[in-house]
């Protein structure tokens, strides 16, 4: 019998004065049975940063042809392509080709750190292709505010983001390891 998702609820209500993006998303998130809270929270995070009325969830880990998450226009083409882990170059390109902007949020640890400086030269020539890095113990900070039904405000001022719940405040700090070109 194959396992089933875990279905968590989200309501963020978003204060983003980098972009001047003020909103309340209700989310539903499904935890694939493979998949860590570490991970999961982090696909929260991306959607908080990129929050906007037409980003959506994926299919994610169920299919290998989509991101965690994207926005599509009225025409059906991919604006923004959010990918998260240590993909191979060729996924990175085909994200690049597909979308108008690309990014990945790398979150391995250790792993992230000997996979980055081999493929970085790779990718120089992907001029739509963001990559950061998040540290390890920041997610673990974020795995402390899982809830099956979780109320969250998430702040973002000054490219640093607070994520809140009613005990806890963390701070969500992004390293930059590639920027895009635009």
């Known amino acids: 019998m194959a396992l089933k998702a875990t279905i968590y609820k989200a309501d963020l209500n978003i204060a983003d004065m980098d972009r001047g993006y003020y909103a309340s998303h209700n989310l539903t998130i ?3 049975p493979s998949e860590t809270l570490e991970r ?3 696909r929260l995070v991306a959607f908080a940063r990129h929050a ?3 980003l959506t969830f994926t299919k994610g880990l169920c299919a290998d042809d989509e991101p965690e998450l994207w926005q599509k226009n009225y025409a059906d083409e991919i604006e923004l392509w959010v990918d998260l882990g240590e993909p191979d170059e060729k996924r990175l390109k085909k994200a690049s080709a597909r979308a108008e902007q690309a990014v990945l949020y790398s979150y391995g640890g250790r792993a992230a750190e000997v996979w980055w400086p081999q493929i970085a030269g790779k990718l120089d020539r992907l001029d739509n292709l963001e990559v950061w ?3 390890p113990a920041t997610l673990a900070e974020l795995v402390e505010l899982v809830e ?7 702040t973002v001022q000054d490219g640093q983001m607070w ?6 405040n963390v701070l969500v700090e992004f390293e930059r390891l590639k920027e895009a070109k635009h």
């Open 148 to 154: 099956r039904s979780m109320q969250l405000t998430v």
């Open 40 to 42: 999961m929270m982090l």
């Open 52 to 54: 906007s009325e037409t």
């Open 133 to 135: 890095s998040i540290a």
């Open 30 to 32: 499904a935890q694939h």
């Open 163 to 168: 994520i809140a719940d009613t005990d806890r």
